[in-house]
């Protein structure tokens, strides 16, 4: 009775990581309180003071899945992950458990790629699980401190489809916006939400479709606006947070080359010169058509050189002779495209690709990419 699942039948996934203390738990225990009647698997990747309360467990067992008492169930991972979803898995469809969607709890120390590569390698939890989004939770209060102390604090904000940005209370204005524009530099395609956990509406947390690659390239305006000053009029589209800045956000531009060599930017020397961020984003624009066989072949050895160091790297490519849009992405040394819409009368078809990584090579990208130009 193993045929593969449905699109629509995959049970879908959450990674929920977050700089330690930034309230993770906390979150992870209102959605859990909250969703009742809907039934989710927690997989914690850790085992300490911080997992979740055993006044939510039915019984506190050695068992590594535990029932939790509003029908969800708690599974938590010593050994691998592929084994945990592999045991939830065996158990879902032999009617033993019954849930719908699966939140992996990750360490506040941990590297979201793995955990991410894990739905890409394994062609069975690949055709029965379908990995939604990463969401990271950062603190506002120490969130800069982190930042600069930690970089696997960077590659989750990398890693993130959405950024939610706890105790905004404990922060003034000016810093909480310092943060914010950081953060935008480092991962320029993630939605940033301050949160309250008491208030925040969880529906906006589950099925995100991050990872569907037929979701919107949305990048923020503010990143464009500083990279190519005259990219921002192009993207309307509001960005699901709040866009009432009437302030200077003084973006440094001392991160490895961020705005490219034809820019024409000087250089600020702002309130986060000190910043030199390992993580860092950067976007690749071109009117011009690639060459489908050149642009394969540099993917191809960018992904083998730069694969550790690439993240997240997402894109809307206009390719010779094919009337549609194609749709890009990738994880570390993994990528994947498809067809997306037809590309309209009045459109001009256009590239845009967002690269999310750790001291990449802009010159090199941009180089080879243009080299790919028809």
Known sequence: MKAAVQANKMVPVTILTGFLG????????????????????????????????????????????????????????????????????????????????????????????????????????????????????????????TLDKQEEAQKQVGFADRLLISKKDLVNEVDYQALRARLVHINPRASITPVHFGETDLAVLLDISGFNLNTILDIDPEFLAEVHPDAAHDHEHDHGHDHDHGHDHGHDHDHEGECGPACGHHHHDHHHAHHDDQIGAFVFRSNKAFDPERLEEFLGGIVQVYGPDLLRYKGILYLKGINRRMLFQGVHMMMGAEPGKPWLANEKPNTKMVFIGRKLPQDIFNQGLENCLV
């Open 22 to 145: 930034a309230g993770k738990t906390t979150l992870l225990k209102r959605i859990l309180t909250e969703y009742h009647g809907r039934r989710i698997a927690v997989i914690e990747n850790e085992f300490g003071p911080e997992s979740i309360d055993n006044d939510l467990l039915v019984q506190d067992s050695e068992e590594e899945i535990v029932e939790l008492s509003n029908g969800c169930v708690c599974c938590t991972v010593r050994g691998d992950l592929m084994r945990a979803l592999d045991d939830l898995r065996i158990k879902r469809e032999a009617g033993q458990l019954n849930f719908e969607r699966v939140i992996i709890e990750t360490t506040g120390m941990a590297n979201p790629g793995p955990v991410c590569q894990t739905f890409f390698m394994d062609d069975e939890i690949a055709d029965y699980y379908r990995l939604d989004a990463v969401i990271t939770v950062v603190d506002a209060k120490h969130g800069m401190e």
